[in-house]
Every structure is written in structure tokens, then in C-alpha cells.
């Protein structure tokens, strides 16, 4: 499959413990929020999203946080499994980017047995 | 099955020779976009598409071309390549006219060499 061999900075987890990756995002006019997980060999996948009306949002097993005045948003995952571990890109967008769609550069989950 | 379909998966090519890259959706998406991910430097928008006829840039549009002639279909063309144009090339759809307000469906991606 494909790999990106990206230097990403990476987070380490014990299986069952709670994970949160950080993401620093750089358009504070910025509206919309999306957190992608990327598995070796594959595409993005669409895990949760936020606007920025939202400081908090919830799916399963996963919650965004935004923090709109540092401009951080953030991906906690509850009770990590070895099935989590990939690549999380956050991205942003909004009207005044026109809608185009700017990710960061990743952090590399590593979920420990 | 809901999916994104790229071809070719892996290609290798010369300076200078014509290529295109096709992408295909069967959701119905009027959002079509194409990105291209490099070590370091994340994912980054090349072009766009908010329905039939109707493209745009994102961030790095240069010695790109891109259709969108039917709903399905969005190609990316390469009128010619050159070696900075290597990379992993990823076609995505969404069916959110404002384009990104939905969740975006990505397709396998395309490893493009250019020599």
C-alpha cells in the first residue's frame, strides 16, 4: 500500500488509556473544523467535525475541542485501541478561505498493546 | 458500494509527458476536490469543483488542469510533468454543495514519479 513516510510528530498510548492530539490552526477567520485519520496505504477518513459556533462536540468514542481564542483544536480518544493508530490531520476552512480546505501536518498515533 | 476511484494507483513517468489521472465517485457528490500529500507539508488543496462546469484553484493549482464535464468524473491532468510534481495524489468527494460542510469521502490515492 502507500505510505507517506512523513517526520510527524508522534504520541505513543498504552492500549485503553485516553489519546488526545493537538492541533494548532492558523485562520482565525476559520469556521469549520474537521479531524481526518489516515491509515497506512489509504485515504483520509472522516472521523468528527465542529463549527465554530461549537466549542465542544461529541461522536463515539471520540470529541473535538475548539478553543477559538488560542486557536487550538484538539482529538481526544477514549480508551485507545491498537485499531486507532494511524495518522490524525486536523483542517480547517471557512468563507474567507473560500472554502478551500487547509490541513496541518499530522501527529502519528501509536497505540501500544 | 460507496466509493472513490482513482487510476492509475502507481505511475512513473518522464519530464514532459502528458498525463491524467482519473477520479470517479458513484455518491452523486456535487464536490469534487484533488490534493496532494508530501512529507512534512500535509495535504494541500490543487484544484476544486462545486459541481458540473464549475472549478477553482486551491493552494497549488500550478502546471495542473483539471475537468468537470459529468458529476462522477473529475480527472487531473498533467499537460507536463516534471519532477517536482512527484507526490501522492489523492481525489476527493463530498455531497455538500458548499463543498465542505459534509464529509468528505477520499479515494485510495495515486503515487505519480516523474523522472
Known amino acids: 500500500g502507500e505510505s507517506v513516510g512523513l517526520h510527524l510528530p508522534t504520541l505513543s498510548v498504552q492500549e485503553g488509556d485516553n489519546s488526545i492530539i493537538n492541533c494548532a490552526y492558523s485562520?482565525?477567520?476559520?469556521?469549520?473544523f474537521i479531524w481526518y485519520k489516515q491509515e497506512s496505504g489509504k485515504g483520509p477518513q472522516f472521523i468528527i467535525d465542529?463549527?465554530?459556533?461549537?466549542d465542544k462536540r461529541q461522536g463515539q468514542r471520540v470529541t473535538v475541542l475548539l478553543n477559538k481564542t488560542v486557536k487550538h483544536l484538539s482529538l481526544q480518544i477514549a480508551a485507545t485501541q491498537p485499531g486507532d493508530s494511524a495518522v490524525y490531520f486536523c483542517?480547517?476552512?471557512?468563507?474567507?478561505?473560500?472554502?478551500?480546505?487547509?490541513f496541518g501536518s499530522g501527529t502519528r498515533l501509536l497505540v501500544r498493546p | 458500494e460507496a466509493q472513490v476511484t482513482q487510476n492509475p494507483r502507481y505511475l512513473i513517468t518522464v519530464t514532459g509527458k502528458k498525463l491524467t489521472v482519473t477520479c470517479s465517485q458513484n455518491?452523486?457528490?456535487?464536490?469534487m476536490s484533488w490534493y496532494r500529500q508530501d512529507p512534512g507539508l500535509g495535504l494541500r488543496q490543487i484544484y476544486y469543483?462545486?459541481?458540473?462546469?464549475?472549478?477553482d484553484k486551491g493552494d497549488v493549482p500550478e502546471g495542473y488542469k483539471v475537468s468537470r464535464k459529468e458529476k462522477r468524473n473529475f480527472p487531473l491532468i498533467l499537460e507536463s510533468p516534471s519532477p517536482n510534481q512527484t507526490s501522492l495524489y489523492f481525489c476527493?468527494?463530498?455531497?455538500?454543495?458548499?463543498?465542505?460542510?459534509?464529509?468528505?469521502?477520499f479515494g485510495p490515492g495515486t503515487r505519480l514519479t516523474v523522472t
Open positions: 469543483s462545486m459541481n458540473v462546469e464549475v472549478t
Open positions: 465542529i463549527r465554530s459556533n461549537m
Open positions: 485562520n482565525s477567520a476559520s469556521d469549520y
Open positions: 483542517a480547517e476552512t471557512g468563507m474567507d478561505s473560500s472554502y478551500k480546505l487547509i
Open positions: 455518491m452523486n457528490h456535487e464536490y
Open positions: 476527493a468527494s463530498s455531497s455538500s454543495i458548499a463543498g465542505l460542510r459534509g464529509e468528505q469521502y
